[in-house]
Every structure is written in structure tokens, then in C-alpha cells.
């Protein structure tokens, strides 16, 4: 068994309050979770109206179809998602015999 993970820095535009940022945020990770069937959430700057920190995970038989997933959710944040801006990403892969 394979485990991956991503996790994204990310800066929010026009954003002024937390309620705006959910509204923003919010539609993003049900589009990343949709179409990666991985899951995925809000992981950090909760506390921050401009920034967050959005994790993906996935388990699988293969660590390549994993490494699939994850570039996939990484190129879907960064391509179709025009209203945010990736700042940086790390992403582990661990294997259930480490």
C-alpha cells in the first residue's frame, strides 16, 4: 500500500474577511476532492484571510498511480483555479512497509 500526500501554500485574491475566504476556498476543495477522488481540506491558516494551506491525500496499490493523482491535483489548482495563487507545494510518499 502507498500513501501520498500534498499539501499547498496558497495566496487568496481579493479576499477581505474569513466568511470571503471560505466562500473561495470552500468550492476549490470539492472540485480537488471531485475530480482526484482524493480527499482534501483546509490544513492551515485558518486564522489568515489572504492565505491557506490545502492538503490532498490518496492511498493506493501503486505508488505510480499515486504520483498521478497528485500531479493532477497539483496541475488542477494551479491551471484551473485562476482566483488563487500557489506559492509553493510538498508532497511525501511513504509505502506501508516504511
Known sequence: ???GWIEFDVLLGDVHSLKEKRSVIR????DLARRTEAAAAEVGAQDLHRRTAI???VVATHASHVRDVLDQAERMLS???P???VLSARRGLHSSDD
Open 27 to 30: 468550492p476549490i476543495i470539492a
Open 1 to 3: 500500500m502507498w500513501i
Open 83 to 85: 482566483e488563487v495563487t
Open 79 to 81: 491551471e484551473q483555479h
Open 55 to 57: 492538503g490532498v491525500s
